[in-house]
């Protein structure tokens, strides 16, 4: 399956206010159950909204998200309904952690743990709205004895970027 981002999970719901729902969904706690049929590669998730959905979604396509879900909307309508939309973020959060575990040192993991924790901030995000953020970059020596640049770049909200 290719790697899940927000950005595509928003291009696959059937519009903004269903993603909305969806993310809802999924922080509400709905999220009832995953699993991996490894035979098949499809993620088989539960919902629980007014009633217990069962969302499908293939991990074989490399090329787009595959997904199915027995509710109303998802006949009716095109585009990925709130469950799909809640489900994916079920199985983006499963890649977060299993990539969280293959990382080499607890260093390494604990970096990308904070990463993950701003990106999973960014639809809360209110405008205006101010975040104090101390950064410490650690550059090993092995890495000071000749001259260079280094980057660091802060995101902040949707489009601004620093670079300092
Ligand atoms: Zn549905």
Redesign the pocket.
């Known amino acids: 399956m290719q790697e899940l981002t927000r950005a595509a999970i928003r291009n696959v719901a059937a519009s903004s206010t269903v993603y909305a729902r969806g993310l809802q969904l999924f922080r509400s706690g709905a999220v009832k159950g995953i699993s991996i049929q490894r035979t098949t590669g499809q993620f088989r998730i539960g919902?629980m909204?007014s009633y217990e959905?069962t969302?499908t979604i293939d991990e074989k396509s490399d090329t787009e998200i595959v997904y199915t879900?027995?509710?109303?909307?998802?006949i009716k309508e095109s585009g990925?309904?709130?469950?799909?939309v809640a489900g994916l973020f079920s199985v983006l959060k499963h890649q977060e952690h299993e990539k969280l575990k293959s990382l080499p040192t607890p260093e390494d993991r604990r970096a990308c743990s904070v990463m993950d924790f701003f990106r999973g901030q960014e639809d809360l995000v209110q405008p205006m709205e101010v975040f104090h953020i101390e950064p410490v970059i650690t550059v090993p020596k092995m890495l000071t004895a000749n001259e260079g640049n280094a980057y660091l770049s802060l995101k902040c909200g949707h489009d601004l970027l620093y670079k300092v």
């Open positions: 919902i909204d959905y969302v879900c027995n509710c109303a909307s998802a990925a309904c709130k469950h799909v």
